[in-house]
């Protein structure tokens, strides 16, 4: 994604149009933030605020950046709108674009919801922008651009701080989105307090060389920022045990004038708002110490929303591509008649040497990969009978050997997203190719199932399908590209089903 026409997460955008683009526009609204004056009217532009969880800071402040930007708006909950009779995500867009929506901000306790809404504006041509306002416990990118404007002018700089983070931290879509901002920067220091059962898991600290998480407050000792977050009990069942034992240690994790005292002298305590006050994750009677500035990191929410929605309606007419299948290479390694090509593979005495004569030999799988791919296969191409493995070859490879029938170039993109080295190997009417497929990313698309049932993809939306990404180096690599969860290849393509 170039142009910034939605802004569905802080990982979709380059560090250029995060950094040189959208926080300079965020900090040239200031001036008229404070005016509170509005610009002339602009009936041409119409937004829509959606917002099917509770919202006092992200809705108000987008309802003011969008008067203040001098734009019509139309607000809507989810106890007004159909979405509360199953309607499907589709046709809510399609209406909203039918009434001459131009930009949605949504907030849905879904997760994933908005990558798939944009999907749907890119594939209808729709001259429409979708904002992600917070989805579950997986994103919140505007919240973190009003942070680093937040961070920007306590501190004076984006680079070179530690700052720490503490509560809720499995949970908080804020922390996430900042941590992926964070990633992008020189010299940031990181440290995560929280319980154990809430603590992040490891593949957030990639791309940090200095990430450390533990349960003992004084791991705080030197920050130069603590983010405090709330616990987030609504996405837990209503009494649950694990809110429950929380209260009982929820001291533990407070900022207060103790701890306060304790701290690097300057630091600022930050909090995305809103505070539990059964919790009291900061306790009140700091709340006005020059320290604790959550009120007007709030106060930056209006700006920062202001460039948000101003730099999407320009890039209106802009069309996306979320077709990842469309970046990927289809390189061609060899070309000859089957007769040379059989005779090639005789000489060199392979023990797995499989002659076929209509059909195809994927070859060069990652041990193991081949019955998962059988599988796939069986599943997607309908191909029932004649898929044979060969195993644990040397060197250790697998293979797949498929007789009379043909892969489509999409079934091939996903077996390399699954086995980057794969080739295949097409014998057909006399002749024999060769070719191997290169993409700059391993995607797994159209197949497997993502685990997290509150994914967009697991909704019954008609038509949605799953898509994953191999980010490759933590034990949980598949990252689904809707949720944001991680996962084993076993987990999202369990042999069983
Ligand atoms: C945050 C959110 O909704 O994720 N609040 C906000 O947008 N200001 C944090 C929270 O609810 O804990």
């Given at each position: ?5 939605h ?15 959208i926080i ?8 008229q933030t404070i005016?509170?004056k509005?610009?002339t ?7 829509v605020?959606y917002?099917?969880?509770d ?5 108000m ?5 969008i ?17 509360n ?7 809510t ?8 929506a ?9 997760e ?7 999907e ?14 917070g ?5 919140h ?10 961070i ?21 879509r804020?922390?996430?989105s ?8 020189n010299n ?24 450390t998480?533990g349960s003992?407050?004084?791991l705080?000792?030197?920050?130069d ?7 987030q ?5 209503p009494?649950?045990?694990e809110?429950l034992?929380?209260?009982r ?16 002298k ?5 909090h995305a ?11 009140h009677d700091?709340?006005?110490d020059p ?5 007007q ?11 948000i929605?101003?730099i ?17 290479v289809?390189?061609?390694?060899k070309?000859?008649?089957l007769s040379?090509?059989?005779s090639?593979?005789?000489?060199k ?6 002659p ?13 990969s ?7 296969l069986?599943?997607?191409?309908g191909?029932?009978?004649?898929i044979?493995?060969?195993?644990n ?8 050997v498929?007789?009379?029938n ?8 996903r077996?390399?997203?699954l ?9 057909r ?6 070719i191997k ?22 909704s ?7 898509r ?12 689904c ?12 393509l369990?042999?069983?089903t």
């Open positions: 994604m170039n142009a910034i026409k802004l569905i997460s802080i990982k979709r955008l380059t560090t250029e149009t995060l950094f040189n683009e300079p526009a965020c900090i040239n609204m200031v001036p005016s509170a509005a610009t009217p602009n009936h041409s532009l119409k937004a605020l917002f099917d969880e919202s006092t800071r992200t809705r402040s987008f309802a003011e950046a008067r203040l930007l001098g734009w019509d708006m139309a607000q809507e909950t989810l106890a007004c709108n159909s979405r009779k199953k309607e499907s995500w589709l046709d867009l399609m209406m909203w674009y039918n009434y001459n131009k930009i949605i901000c949504a907030r849905t306790h879904q994933g919801v908005h990558l798939w809404l944009a749907m504006v890119e594939k209808y041509n729709l001259n429409m922008s979708i904002i992600n306002a989805d579950g416990r997986n994103q990118p505007t919240q973190t651009i009003l942070d680093l404007v937040t920007q002018n306590k501190l004076g700089r984006l680079d070179d701080f530690k700052i720490g983070f503490v509560g809720d931290l499995l949970k908080s804020t922390t996430h900042l941590l992926d901002a964070l990633r992008m920067r940031i220091s990181i440290v995560c307090v929280a319980p154990d059962n809430v603590c992040l898991p490891a593949y957030h600290a990639e791309g940090f060389s200095n990430f998480q003992d407050m004084e705080l000792h030197d920050c920022i603590i983010n405090s977050v709330r616990w009990a609504e996405r837990l069942e009494n649950s045990h809110f034992a929380f209260l240690i929820k001291q533990k994790y407070q900022i207060n004038k103790n701890l306060l005292e304790r701290l690097k300057g630091v600022i305590i930050m708002l809103p505070i539990d006050q059964e919790v009291e994750e900061i306790c700091i709340m006005d320290r604790v500035i959550p009120y990191q709030a106060w930056f929410g209006v700006p920062s929303r202001m460039a929605l101003q999407v309606s320009q890039n209106l007419t802009q069309h996306i591509s979320f077709n990842h299948t469309r970046n990927a289809i390189r061609e390694l070309k000859s008649s040379e090509a059989l090639a593979t005789s000489r005495q392979h023990d797995h040497f499989v076929l004569e209509h059909g195809m030999v994927i070859d060069h799988l990652e041990p193991g081949g019955i998962i791919i059988r599988m796939m069986k599943r997607m191409e191909i029932k009978d004649g044979m493995i060969v195993e070859t040397k060197p250790h490879k697998d293979m797949l498929i007789k009379e043909f892969l489509t170039n999409d079934s091939m993109i077996i390399a997203g086995s980057p080295n794969a080739t295949f190997n097409i014998m009417n006399e002749f024999f190719r060769k497929i290169d993409q700059p990313q391993q995607i797994i698309s159209g197949t497997g199932k993502c685990l997290n049932k509150n994914c967009v993809t697991r019954g939306e008609p038509s949605i399908s799953p994953f990404i191999n980010r490759g180096k933590n034990s949980h690599p598949f990252e590209d809707y949720c944001g969860q991680h996962f084993t290849l076993s987990e999202i369990p042999l069983s």
